[in-house]
């Protein structure tokens, strides 16, 4: 669909309704706002959903605290924009409202994307949905407010790692520098999304770091939190985002997992890797789904012990079967 096609399309309808998945991140968020905001300039009425709670770190953005956790049944007849998710599942709840007789427009990034819109703007090759929208906004002629570079960047530099992750690209950049320009801080946007945290949380990961187990290889490692400890800290589960990455990021380590146990039975599993094991693959084989270097999934019915096991079981032997597969990767005694 083309800039011609999108304004008939934003011509033809007064209310904009914006969506966005479930957990959202900056991505997720930054570009709902962004949107939101340009179409309201443009003279739109927009309302933002997203199902379940905005984490507490994005409270700066502007415009946060109208985003409604419930999309009502009777809403005027108006355009959805689903942005940022592959499929209609990553609208949980809201999924089946949003079906029901209105026009879809679906804008994302993701490689899964099942083109599930009435119109779809899928560019598999952006860093983030926030830079989809930077190029709508200027494709349109709609205006680039430095509020608006703001909620962009928060979304092009929480899906690139702050401008570390492969998808870094000069065009990436190049809009990144044209957002400063319009006023954005990044110190500040550092500050608020990537190393500020609440007291609970670094209670969290200390008491986390504490139960760090290694194989003997030294290639996997795991830790493991309850949910009562949640409860003890007055903590959320948002707060337990990158504990993973700590086990991983160990010299030598390939594969992270971290184990949450819920109050319900459940175990909840965050898988990273690497360089070689597909932890996609992984979780999938549990139910889950996800990445070949992140993934996840949910384990019922076992002891928590018995669930563990089973998982670090099953990266070992995905662990032995890449190593087969690469001779030269298999030094053990790193
Ligand atoms: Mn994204």
Same mark, same amino acid.
Do not use: Q, R, S, W
């Given at each position: 669909m083309n800039s011609r096609e999108i304004s008939e399309l934003l011509h033809a309808h007064e209310n904009v309704y914006i969506l966005t998945h479930i957990l959202p991140d900056g991505d997720a968020i930054g570009s709902a706002l962004a949107w939101g905001t340009a179409l309201r300039h443009h003279g739109k009425k927009v309302r933002i959903f997203c199902p379940g709670v905005v984490p507490r770190k994005y409270a700066f953005l502007p415009g946060v605290v109208a985003i409604e956790n419930q999309f009502p049944a009777? @809403?005027? @007849?108006g355009l959805v924009f689903v942005l940022d998710c592959g499929d209609l599942e990553r609208l949980d709840y809201m999924k089946e409202r949003v079906q029901s007789g209105l026009t879809i427009v679906n804008i994302d990034h993701h490689a899964t994307n099942n083109y599930f819109g009435d119109y779809n703007i899928v560019d598999k090759s952006a860093a983030a949905t926030g830079e989809m929208i930077y190029q709508l906004i200027q494709e349109n002629n709609l205006l680039l407010s430095k509020e608006i570079s703001l909620c962009l960047y928060v979304a092009i530099a929480s899906d690139t790692g702050s401008f570390k992750? *492969? +998808?870094?690209t000069p065009r990436v950049l190049k809009i990144a520098s044209l957002l400063l320009e319009n006023g954005v801080d990044p110190s500040l946007v550092s500050q608020k999304i990537f190393d500020e945290y609440p007291l609970s949380t670094v209670f969290l990961l200390r008491d986390t770091l504490n139960t760090l187990q290694l194989d003997q290889s030294l290639r996997i490692a795991w830790m493991s939190l309850h949910e009562d400890l949640l409860e003890s800290y007055g903590a959320k589960e948002e707060e337990l985002e990158g504990f993973v990455n700590y086990g991983k990021n160990? +010299?030598? %380590?390939?594969v992270g997992i971290f184990f949450y146990h819920t109050r319900n039975g459940e175990t909840k599993v965050g898988f990273r890797s690497? *360089? %070689? %094991?597909d932890v996609g693959a992984v979780a999938a084989s549990f139910g889950g789904g996800g990445h070949p270097r992140a993934a996840g999934c949910t384990i019922g019915g076992w002891e928590n012990n018995v669930a563990m096991d089973k998982v670090i079981q099953a990266v070992r032997e995905a662990l032995l079967e890449t190593e087969t597969l690469n001779p030269e990767k298999c030094d053990l005694r790193r």
């Open positions: 009777n @809403l005027p @007849l992750y *492969a +998808n870094t160990i +010299n030598g %380590v390939e690497k *360089a %070689v %094991v």
